[in-house]
């Protein structure tokens, strides 16, 4: 099974960007990779998603290389209101049922 | 669409009750999932649906867990008995497809006494 691993933690200031890598080295091909954060007492919501190269949005980046063993969420400019805990989710294949494996999360304090 | 819908959102019980967790997806998503978060473990996925069919069950606990999905807007999640170390907050997410977004619900703060 694909499995993930993201830094505990990180800290930055306002108007830097952030970058938050995951590691996922079983990732099968034929699987997505999907960002989202989380706020206390709320529910994961969706940031990002790709399966390889750069994919953009309006309020993220995620940068996939070539072999997809990992993968980096990069957040232009944050804010404090970007104080929250990140995951990466990777779906894996192989072993004939689709399984959805998140990361352990990276918390990201925003410092003013 | 209100998004997802969970109930109860707080529930307090003593060891040995059984609790059921519900929920409503998002109209027209085809898959629902439960997940389970802790401090200790993180969030993890418990088992999903697809078409109202259960796909992967693989990451329920153990018997005392079950997961029914009667119609394509609702599900529950039974624990039978429960036990303490079944506090945790429980999510329950919807999509459309198997690898698009996921929209999670506020989550049940289940404590076991």
């Known amino acids: 099974l694909a499995k993930t691993t993201q830094p505990i933690s990180m800290d930055s200031y306002e108007g830097q960007e952030v970058n938050i890598t995951c590691s996922h080295n079983n990732i099968a091909t034929n699987d997505y990779i999907t960002w989202y954060q989380q706020f206390p007492s709320q529910g994961p919501r969706f940031i990002i998603q790709?399966?390889?190269t750069k994919v953009t949005n309006e309020v993220a980046s995620l940068f996939i290389p070539a072999d997809r063993k990992s993968s980096t969420l990069s957040l232009p400019r944050v804010s404090l209101s970007d104080t929250a805990v990140y995951y990466c989710l990777v779906g894996d294949g192989t072993s004939g049922t689709y399984k959805y494996i998140f990361g352990t999360g990276t918390r990201l304090k925003v410092l003013a | 669409d209100a998004g997802v819908i969970q109930s109860p959102r707080h529930e307090v019980t003593e060891m040995g009750q059984e609790v059921t967790l519900r929920c409503k997806p998002i109209s027209g998503h085809d898959y629902l999932f439960w997940y389970r978060q802790t401090m200790m473990r993180g969030l993890e996925l418990l088992i999903y649906?697809?078409?109202?069919?259960?796909?992967?069950d693989s990451g329920m606990p153990e018997d005392r867990f079950s997961a029914k999905m009667p119609n394509a807007s609702f599900s529950t999640l039974k624990i039978q008995p429960s036990e303490p170390r079944d506090s945790a907050v429980y999510f329950c997410?919807?999509?459309?497809?198997?690898?698009?977004?996921?929209?999670f619900g506020p989550g049940t703060r289940l404590t076991v006494l």
């Open positions: 790709g399966y390889k």
């Open positions: 649906f697809n078409n109202n069919v259960p796909i992967d």
């Open positions: 997410a919807s999509s459309f497809r198997s690898n698009n977004e996921q929209f």
